[in-house]
């Protein structure tokens, strides 16, 4: 993850009068009051949340504020779903996600070398929680490996691009490195560091196509600041509208970049404005 210090320039009387809005659109969409999955206020999508978003919480906090910010899947970042072989941890981890109504869908990022009895934990954790992907940051030499553990275990490898100087900075290098490969190497396309390496998320997820396996929704200014959605460059309507096209079946991850703590009225701007640029989308 990239740590961007800079704030995101509210006034305190612009940040209470648009939390007031977001608060008003929550109510109406039924968020705040108990919605269920059944309520469908993303629409056709399987609208979630990078765990990473919660960074400055422990696990139990995370998952009580997803649950109250009203949306139902996660990708868990490691610290706070740890790696581990130890069947009691999963089961409890397990009983908490079930508790808060919640389905751990992916995890990550994971960095992968040519090692294979690493990679292989990996996976056997993944199998053991019912994951569908990992979205990851795999070395070159990893590749031969990995799609031999992609067909076993039949979970997707999806690569997060970082930003500029990252290895997988430029949708160049990603295509690159899933040209030639198994069908489940694919990619986590995560909007706002392509955004900073001056970038069209929207042209990514139309090049890469049904081999998209997750998506890191974020907004970014300028290429260097980290906003809210709706607040930066990302054509979040476009966006949509494009995975609509595509019937986009895997998880659209919410990542918040600012605001370690206290986060809490961002997100819902952040899931607030989602719901409006989906609701546009979807409209013919």
Request: a positive charge.
């Amino acid at each position: 993850m990239v740590d961007i210090t800079e704030k995101s320039g509210y006034t305190r009387r612009q940040f209470v009068n648009t939390g007031l809005t977001a608060a008003a659109g929550l109510t109406a969409l039924g968020v705040g009051r108990g919605a269920s999955a059944e309520d469908k206020p993303y629409g056709p999508f399987r609208m979630g949340m990078q765990s990473y978003s919660l960074r400055g919480y422990d696990v139990d906090t995370a998952l009580d504020m997803t649950q109250k910010l009203g949306v139902h899947y996660w990708e868990a970042f490691p610290a706070h779903v740890p790696l581990t072989d130890s069947t009691e941890k999963i089961a409890e981890m397990l009983a908490k996600l079930k508790a808060h109504k919640i389905t751990l869908t992916s995890w990550g990022v994971q960095g992968f070398t040519s090692d294979e009895a690493a990679a292989r934990k990996v996976f056997d954790f993944a199998k053991r929680y019912g994951l569908r992907t990992l979205s990851a940051d795999p070395a070159p030499e990893s590749f031969n490996m990995l799609e031999k553990l992609v067909e076993e275990y039949k979970i997707n490898i999806a690569i997060h691009n970082h930003g500029p100087g990252a290895r997988y900075d430029k949708l160049s290098s990603v295509l690159a490195a899933i040209q030639g490969r198994h069908p489940r190497i694919g990619a986590c396309v995560d909007t706002g560091h392509a955004l900073r390496s001056s970038e069209d998320p929207v042209e990514w997820v139309k090049r890469i196509g049904k081999r998209v396996y997750e998506l890191h929704l974020k907004d970014v200014k300028g290429t260097t600041q980290f906003t809210e959605i709706g607040k930066g460059d990302l054509r979040t309507v476009e966006l949509f509208r494009q995975l609509n096209k595509m019937k986009f079946p895997w998880l659209v991850a919410l990542e918040y970049e600012e605001h370690e703590k206290e986060v809490g009225p961002y997100l819902d701007l952040c899931f607030a404005a989602t719901r409006d640029a989906i609701e546009k989308a979807l409209k013919r």
